[in-house]
């Protein structure tokens, strides 16, 4: 579903289904994501939330179907000729925040960021760095270029992911429960820049959150994810407020 067909598809997946082993998580996704719209995913653990966003960059093969990110089209299930080039190519659209930060350790705050740009897309070095240190500067992090990942909180550290994610200049970025392992007095600051994707940049986001504040504020359609199915979607207005199913109903009152 699009909304009303106004705008072009970045993310664009059809019947994706995925299996581990017997175990069916993904029982025939279909949806679209348009330019510059912001689709909230909820739903309870182990719903599948998380292996669609893995779906959609590839870091799961999908068991069949087929995701499509800004005209590049992949199909799941077949090792074909020329594939492994593809999900590389499809890797640079797809930006992705996980719930821990996955930074290198061993590598300063700018040296996370530009290491994607210089050794993916072989930007030089000193032009990466400068639009690194742009990046740093939206996420409010100009003072911590060159600091070690452990000497920055939780809610900078996210920061810095985000900001690594962005320099690769991708179509979408997926987040992944991008605030839960953090403390509650820092889950703020990193919705904030969230947020300022959003309404600044204009970015596409697939973003898996319970976080309901910034849901009902930012995303243009939320989906309720239940045992492998978007089992409801709409505005967050029709989904926090007038939900038709009692298994999103019941959802809410537990996370609310
Ligand atoms: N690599 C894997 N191998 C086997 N089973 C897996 C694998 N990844 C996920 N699963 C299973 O798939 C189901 C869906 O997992 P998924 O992580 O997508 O759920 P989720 O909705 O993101 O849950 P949560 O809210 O806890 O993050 C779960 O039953 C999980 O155990
Ligand atoms: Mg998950």
New binding site residues.
Partial sequence: MSDGGNGEDVVKVENLHKS??D?E?LKGIDMEVDKGEVVVIF??????????L?CVNFL?DPTSGTIEVSGLRLEGGHRTKGKREQVRQLRIKVGMVFQQFNLFPNMTVIGNVIEGPVTVKDIPEKDARSMGLDLLAKVGLSDKAEEYPIRLSGGQQQRVAIARALAMEPEVMLF??PTSALDPELIGEVLTVMKSLATDLHMTMMV?THEMGFAREVANRMMF?HEGIILEQGTPDEMINHTKYPETKKFFEAVI
């Fill in positions: 581990f082993g175990l998580v739903g309870r653990s182990g719903s599948g939330k998380s292996t669609l893995r799961e992944d429960e898996v994810f």
